[in-house]
């Protein structure tokens, strides 16, 4: 499949767009036409930049309002599409996107609209380009890709032909636009260019929609597999062409917007692969997504000319091998977080053979201490670590994503363990196993249960019940796992980082949450494995707050590992007889918790002595306390029970708001 | 009018929110639950504080799903409504806010809802508190406020009324909700609570559209003169409450936003008791926004009660008398500064008698260049001021709108001039003369035209007809004045600058427009009076580049005065033999100019020659052109011809790209 990228998904200059398409490794661009007016380069210089970059420049775009107008206006018309015709000439560009009119148009009538595009077409074969016509989702009078088709088959010319654009395409269905499935019904060699964009499901006016909000394959709701599917059964085999009109895209660096890009239609690519071998190749379309029997007679009779690349197949992780927080060893605040360790039952298993990096276990879980952070870095999570059935393949998957590798220096007889730079700055490990250990202290053996800690005790904590009971601190330690570890993204990086970790790591995206906070709202988004043995929440900062980077000390950017005990209340207790400090929770939450639940008063009282925090639905009960914040990390820890599979959200204000008077009142005391 | 806000509004903890509320001259607030769930402050403490700061505690909400549900749904939510009558009495709130049923409602019976609520306001009633009863526009049975009123009535209970919310109520307007005049049938005393904000008319879903985007009256769309002054009329006299769910509000410094917001209100009062007295105070509602006759029969019953203050009246400004653009005085960009006025055409009018600040002229344009900037400071701009009627009114009224009047110290003598702060950080001169010009130099006699430069020349440049002659440079500087100030604006501060150049400069703002360029999409405001004599374009930055504040040296930051001449071409001829840097623009934007447009080749040859910019619309022609940047303001010279109104708008991304360019150059270079 021949990738492509228009030039206004990224943000620079067109020189600088266009190396860092280059470099990101697609095989074209579409040339915006703005990029090219407000550039130095001159055409000529354009396309020897192009070629020096191996960058195909495959589409001239936008030509806007040609069709529907009075003779007048179309002869003005043709006189501004011959400059650009001469100018693409110029440029070595050999198709120019029309759309259909949105500002001029006032004559509605099929059949001039074709003769006018006949006209078009003509100049443009004399000028040795063709023209590739395409339905705007908001065009006055041609606005679905199927009127546009039947203008292209009536027009009847060898240079006019169809361009498909899904956002134009998908945006429609809810109103009444014709289905996708539509598409099969075009010959392959009358498509002349396919532009794909994802978007997420707004019920938005459709132009600010697609002004603002399209974003890259994968980080939005359309069924793109689905539609890819169609066009490749018309046997068009030419560039499928990113054009993506995002704000955060538009003003985030270029070169990390493309490699995004990239990623979304790599990820595309399989995807769409996957699909057509379920649904038999060049055989009919999905089932679902069919037409009514004998509306589209041509369907499927075309071969799939594309080539479409898939990617080494993986399962997704079934756990998290360890969570790697990096810090300045020996320095005040790395002290101060390996005595929260201890206090929250962790034990140390010593150094590693080499290097100043401690390792600290609470049953399944492990926390590695990397002493080898700069002077003056507070703590903040710098990896994490995934178990996968075979870690190479993982490796060889990520890469092919156009993920980063992380250069590693291992000494002899040391195991080799490879990671991925995530698009916020830290490691993504996949792990086979955990032999690593044994690098550590005296050999440490990996005895710790990897089953998930269940809980024993599914009883709701209604008025008049008892609390929770369950098993003593020592099985609470040996049935700890990591349950969800949050990490905090910039708001430019959000998108990425959902296409990144369902991409590289087949994590699940799960409806997102905005939850108040004393700085402004905070967007959860939880990416999540199906068996839910892999749990990564995605904090997006408020936009004031987000020009940090990993190991900014920051409250709404603080980041937190969460161990899951099968007691809460007896760890709890445990971990207050060790001094840890917890989050202090005020007085009132627990009254509005009585208030919501009618809780036992004893089990109350429990809560409110030990600052733990509640939650309850229609599948059980959650239990949580939340540790002080060392650097820009903090703990939690949480019993589950029942079927409770969420994370507290309504709790999370009363979490936000106590950090920020923690921060405050330290801040104060400085 | 009793002046209220509820705490989600602000950013902060409860006590930072009730402290700022109070700072900025409110009445009362409103409690919204979160905040004071998350509070470490008991109820008496809260209670304690804002008696210490005399602020009412003037409403608890939300109380949420409460009708429309089964018997032992019904009791549950009694006892959860029990708890938080009592905390009203810890807290000292007589009334609470009660949603209609959004999540739980599953029996759609107005008898039972009724019963329910009656039920509901007689356990109110037994607690010494009462209930405000409203719609959300999203609610699952009772979603508009003559429904919630109709339940209201027939529940019949002295401790129940209606709340009415401005957003439930007009955002339901197009989507067949009742027209607002229908609050008239509702007596004044039962009607509890009135809650406003104002919204931009989005075509997003109504539940997106509250959560996110509505913002304080003034800022929006919404009739808020119109809906208060039926409120007024029903004999309302109680709170009118902000209450206001916007994501940028909520991440702002709480105290500038509660003085944004008591502004809004202080400025609906003066337009509602406007709009009352054009329409006979307690008579007949407007006309336009009157149901049919006898549908209301009760309207326009119940007198005035609200007592609405008005502000001293003033007229829009009439012009511009100076801008000020700061800097560190000798400093080598204050050099450079001055070398680009003089090759501009300005004329050096002399240093000021005692301090530092040096006039230049050219014709009725002023600028007034402060070298007391502090060490390091690059040129910026750093005031505005505007030609008024009467400047001691028209400071009174902006300080009655909660501006900041600017310290400033004169000497014996000297003419005292007066102006308060922008939002922005800039002052706002309010002017009657010109006779200050009298400190500098010799002397200064204001003998410039003050006659907007008209031009003579209408003719379109169209291909074949020659370029728009005109005066020489001598007439021409006689009657250059200015045209538009632009000014950067971060984007937390948008939504309060346009209203406050409406509300204390009667400026009206016109649709506003995304431009592109190289760093993100750049939000156009321009904020004018009605005969265009005061234009004010404000730049809304990317949100990546918008932590800045004024003086800061960034591109989409940089900031420009435009000078309007008579005729350019000469203008810029006489500014290139002066040597000026002239904003270089690319070959590529004349080419498409051509096609555009079919501009004359001689024409076009001229606008290439010296770095011109061109537009045109159905109502006439626009040549501009800028100037290189000295710290972060350039110059802009422009000509209108006929009844062009714009600002060039297609033009401003080739700008855009070649500052960046210049910018990148410059980095390059050091």
Known sequence: MRTGIATVCLSGTLEEKLRAAA?????????????????????????????????????????????????????????????????????????????????TASIDDDALRAEQLHGL????????????????????????????????????????????????????????????????????????????????????????????????????QFDLPGFLGHVARTGYNG??????????????????????????LVSLEERTAQRLALSGGTGAPDAGACPPAGSHPSAGSYPVAMRLRTLPE???PTGVNFVEV??????PLTRSLERLLAQLGFASRGEHRTKPVSLWTLGGARVVLNGQGARGVAPAVSALAFDVEDAVTAVARAVQLKATPVPRASQAGEEVLQAVWAPDGSAVFLC????????????????????????????????????AGGAGPASSAHAARIDHI????????????????????????????????????????VMQTGDQAVRLALNLAPWGQADSVRGTVQDTFAEHIAIEVPDLVTHARACRRRGLPFLPIPANYYEDLDARFGLAPEFLGTLRELDLLYDRDAEGEFLHFYTATVGSVFFEVVQRVGGYDGYGAPNAPVRHAAQHLARTEQAARR
């Open 23 to 103: 470099k990101a490794g697609f095989d074209g661009v579409e040339v915006f036409e703005t990029d090219l007016v407000t550039s130095p380069l001159s055409p000529e210089d354009v396309r020897a930049l192009a070629a020096d970059l191996a960058l195909g420049l495959d589409l001239y775009q936008p030509f806007r309002d040609l069709d529907s107008v009075p003779d007048g206006l179309y002869r003005a018309n043709l006189r501004r599409a011959e400059a650009k015709f001469r100018l693409m000439g110029r440029l070595g560009i050999e198709t120019i996107l029309v759309c259909s009119n949105v500002a």
């Open 432 to 467: 086979q196993d955990a032999r690593w250990m044994r690098e550590f202290g005296e050999g440490v053996h990996d005895d710790a249960s990897r089953t998930p800690a269940g809980s024993s005790t599914p009883a709701a904590h209604a008025r008049g019940e008892a609390p």
């Open 314 to 316: 993986v399962a997704p």
């Open 121 to 220: 077409a003509q100049l443009a074969a004399d000028h040795g380009v063709r023209v590739a016509y395409e339905a705007l989702a908001w065009g006055t009078y041609v606005n679905d890709f199927e009127h546009a088709w039947r203008l292209v088959e009536a027009a009847d010319h060898p240079s006019l032909g169809a361009c498909l654009d899904t956002f134009h395409i998908l945006s429609r269905l809810s109103s009444g636009g014709p289905d996708a499935a539509g598409i099969e019904a075009i010959p392959g060699e009358k498509v002349f260019f396919v532009q794909v964009a994802d978007a997420p499901k707004l019920s938005l006016d459709v132009l600010s929609w697609s002004r603002h909000h399209r974003v890259f394959p994968g980080e939005g």
């Open 326 to 331: 990096m810090s300045e060893g020996g320095a």
């Open 239 to 264: 560039p499928v062409s990113l054009e993506v009109f995002n704000d955060t895209f538009r003003q985030s660096d270029p070169e990390r917007t493309a490699v995004d890009a990239i990623r979304s």
């Open 486 to 525: 949050n990490l905090a993204q910039p708001w430019q990086h959000y998108d990425e980082a959902v296409l990144f970790y369902s991409s590289v790591l087949a994590l699940t995206p799960q409806p997102s949450l905005d939850v108040s906070s004393p700085a402004g709202l905070v967007r959860s988004q």
